[in-house]
């Protein structure tokens, strides 16, 4: 069965400073990796995905993350953190061959003045 | 463009009584996806539709749960006899075709309250 885990419930970075949201998977197959970002009382936003080629993705809003089959992880960064940052993150997997997605638990970043 | 929207936005309801739950996905998406979410359960899927492919109803939690999507685009999500557990938010997203390559974007949400 495919599953997502983000270890961290919350992450606390200043602004300035850079930030990294953790997330392990595990699916049957070759994966496909998401990560949206839930501001208070709205929906899911697509940040960015990973279907197949460089391991480093680029996305929306200055965000990237890495792909590393090795240890089953895709682990969110951005260099610079702003306090708009803050938000709920989820990360997803969709084994291929299937069309839902599975989610993370979710982590909230909080990033202080 | 516009995104999916959702509508009502929120619903409070009394126990035992039936609730309908629309999405409008994105004009040219073909796929359309429901997911909930809530405290205990954090986001889980309910239902796809892909063109005109029978459902995957899968995550579909009881029987009381139904949905449909007319015409290859709207789609209502129906809660029959209403319990308290079904209170969460109810998230619709659609994506340009079914398969993990396509992202899904989301709709805001139909947060439900059931007394």
């Known amino acids: 069965a495919q599953s997502v885990a983000q270890p961290e419930d919350q992450v606390n970075v200043a602004e300035g400073n850079p930030l990294t949201v953790k997330c392990t998977y595990s699916v049957s197959g070759n994966p496909y990796l998401f990560w949206y970002v839930q501001y208070p009382n709205r929906g899911l936003q697509f940040l960015l995905k990973?279907?197949?080629?460089?391991?480093l993705v680029k996305g929306s809003y200055g965000f990237e993350a890495e792909f590393n089959k090795s240890q089953t992880s895709f682990h969110l960064k951005k260099p610079s953190a702003l306090v708009s940052d803050s938000a709920l993150y989820f990360c997803?997997?969709?084994?291929?061959?299937?069309?839902?997605?599975?989610f993370g638990t979710g982590t909230r970043l909080l990033v202080s003045p | 463009g516009a995104g999916v929207s959702q509508s009502p936005s929120n619903k409070v309801t009394e126990k035992g009584k039936d609730v309908e739950l629309r999405c409008d996905p994105i004009?040219?998406?073909?796929?359309l996806y429901w997911y909930r979410q809530s405290l205990g359960q954090g986001l889980e899927f309910l239902i796809y539709f892909q063109g005109n492919s029978a459902p995957d109803k899968s995550g579909l939690p009881s029987d009381r749960f139904s949905a449909e999507r007319t015409g290859g685009s709207v789609s209502t999500l129906t809660i029959q006899r209403t319990q308290q557990e079904d209170s969460a938010v109810y998230l619709c997203?659609?994506?340009?075709?079914?398969?993990?390559?396509?992202?899904?974007?989301f709709g805001p949400g139909t947060r439900l309250l059931v007394l």
């Open positions: 997803a997997a969709q084994d291929t061959g299937f069309q839902k997605l599975v």
């Open positions: 990973y279907i197949t080629g460089d391991n």
């Open positions: 997203a659609s994506s340009l075709a079914s398969g993990g390559t396509w992202a899904q974007y």
């Open positions: 004009s040219g998406h073909t796929a």
